[in-house]
């Protein structure tokens, strides 16, 4: 099932939340909340018996049928299967959800002082205005195709959301801190990094990638939008029609098609309508530079 539905219509928008999808369901228990309420930054902490049982979750099998659980009607127009060189640093962010689901998002592999920070959607991580309903069992899987996992699964290990997403479902952006692989080495040493940066002006080229759970990739292939950015109801917005399981997925201005390297300067947020023309995604501002800052210093 979908978490594009009318219960998670972000208030004051009348736009579409929850690009994640869903499949089968789980109940298993939530992470640690590891930050006071005063702290503009919420952090979620999963321990190391958490970490490890993720990874043997989430087996080959599994995320095959969570692709084959989810149909959300023909890739639009607009969202083109990308021909290029493998984008390493983007992946697919396998998780159970607040509900105990089975699902996915997109993520991406950013420079960090850690080397094992991972940019991608608030609400991918938990449900907003509920502090309660955290996601858990998450796996990043950079550079995912068709079934192959080139390099590996990480486990992630914090998960770090602005207080206003927990609090009032505004800043739909989070940061992710991953353990090393199964050889110890960091993610970043792995896979390379996409550039990220705040407070840049909205405006110029974009292309925004995703996995999304429509057919016939249903998320096993990397699709992308390209457009124009333009300020709208306080974020930025592009020509899209990208659906579930894009959430998370990267905005790179400055994009060379060559190497697969840009500048990350928002992630995709949510959508117009149900059967979308219009991608929205933050303004990286002061409060994604903190939540982003608590992730590579961790």
Request: glycine share 10%.
């Amino acid at each position: 099932m979908s978490e594009t539905s009318t219960s998670l219509i972000r208030r004051l928008r009348g736009r579409v939340m929850g690009l994640a999808v869903a499949g089968t369901a789980l109940v298993l228990a939530a992470p640690i909340s590891a930050t006071a309420a005063t702290d503009p930054v919420s952090v979620l902490k999963f321990t190391a018996k958490e970490r490890q049982e993720a990874l043997a979750y989430w087996t080959p099998a599994r995320i095959k049928a969570v692709g084959k659980s989810v149909d959300l009607g023909p890739t639009g127009p607009k969202a083109k299967p990308w021909p290029g060189t493998a984008i390493k640093t983007v992946g697919r962010l396998f998780f159970v959800n607040s509900r105990g689901a089975d699902t996915w998002c997109t993520a991406t592999a950013v420079k960090s002082a850690n080397r094992s920070a991972v940019m991608t959607a608030a609400h991918c991580v938990r449900r907003g205005s509920s502090p309660d309903n955290t996601n858990f069992s998450m796996v990043f899987v950079p550079g995912y195709s068709q079934g192959k996992m080139p390099y590996g699964a990480f486990a992630v290990r914090t998960a770090a959301t602005p207080r206003t997403w927990e609090t009032d479902s505004t800043n739909d952006m989070s940061a992710l801190v991953v353990d090393k692989d199964k050889n110890g080495r960091k993610l970043t040493d792995v896979v390379g990094s996409q550039s990220i940066a705040f407070n840049r002006p909205v405006g110029g080229s974009v292309s925004a990638f995703g996995y999304s759970a429509t057919r016939p990739q249903l998320g096993e292939k990397l699709l992308r939008c390209v457009g124009t950015a333009k300020k709208e109801h306080g974020t930025q917005v592009i020509p899209c029609d990208m659906t579930g399981g894009a959430s998370g997925g990267p905005w790179l201005a400055d994009f060379n098609a060559t190497t697969g390297k840009g500048v990350l300067i928002s992630v995709n947020g949510s959508l117009d309508s149900m059967t979308p023309t219009k991608m929205y995604g933050e303004v990286l501002g002061a409060t994604a530079k903190k939540v982003y800052d608590r992730a590579q210093n961790g």
